[in-house]
Structures are given as C-alpha cells and as structure tokens.
C-alpha cells in the first residue's frame, strides 16, 4: 500500500507562482516515476509533467518552459513548481507515482493517485 500526501495547491494571481509537493510513503522497493496531472472541470484528466527515476522529464505542450518538475529520490518527493500561471492552469492537480513492489518475492509494479490539490488562477 502506497500513500501520497500533496500540499501547495491555492488561489493565485494571472501570472502568480505555486510549488505543489507530493510525499510517498507506503511499502514498496522503489519509484519508477513520479508526476503530476490534472483536471479542469468537463474535460479528462491530463498529464503535466513527469519524471523517471534517472531524471529524464516530460512535460505538456501547454505547460514546457512554465512548469518545472523535480524529485528527491531520498526523501521519495515530487515538486511541481509552476510559474507564470494562466487562468487555463485551473483544475485539480493529482500526484501520480508508479512503484516497484515485491510480493512472495515476484517483482511487481503499481499505480497510484494522490487526491488531488485544487489550483485555481483568477483574477
């Protein structure tokens, strides 16, 4: 069982900043990859960045140059730290990891979702 706590989410400003954390903790062997989607009201949920555990990254169109993704590996951390916000940013934001877990000794791997932060950027 994994959980995964998320803090950061909030009301800002059209060009405002937020640092979304989210915090693993639960019985696994490691973290493949960590990241962050998202869901604004009436559409699906979305991908916004990820990051493996080498550190390679990927990242919306819609958010590249705005958004910046990092994990501590140590501390089994994710941080979303979002710049430049625009009123399109607004939706709830969910930390996803997939873990690697063994049981009776068979390597196997889950998913899972955080419950979501609510960002809203707004005049």
């Known amino acids: 069982q994994v959980q995964l706590v998320e803090s950061g989410g909030g009301l800002v400003q059209p060009g405002g900043s937020l640092r979304l954390s989210c915090a693993a903790s639960?019985?696994?062997?490691?973290?493949?990859?960590m990241g962050w989607y998202r869901q604004a009201p009436g559409k699906e949920r979305e991908l916004v960045a990820n990051m493996l555990g080498g550190g390679a990254t990927q990242y919306s169109d819609s958010v590249k140059g705005r958004f910046t993704i990092s994990r501590d590996n140590s501390k089994n951390t994710v941080t979303l730290q979002m710049n430049s916000l625009k009123p399109e940013d607004t939706a709830v934001y969910y930390c996803?990891?997939?873990?690697?877990?063994?049981?009776?000794?068979?390597?196997?791997?889950?998913?899972?979702w955080g419950r979501g932060t609510q960002v809203t950027v707004s005049s």
């Open positions: 639960g019985s696994f062997s490691s973290i493949n990859v």
């Open positions: 996803n990891v997939d873990v690697v877990y063994y049981k009776e000794d068979v390597r196997a791997q889950g998913l899972y």
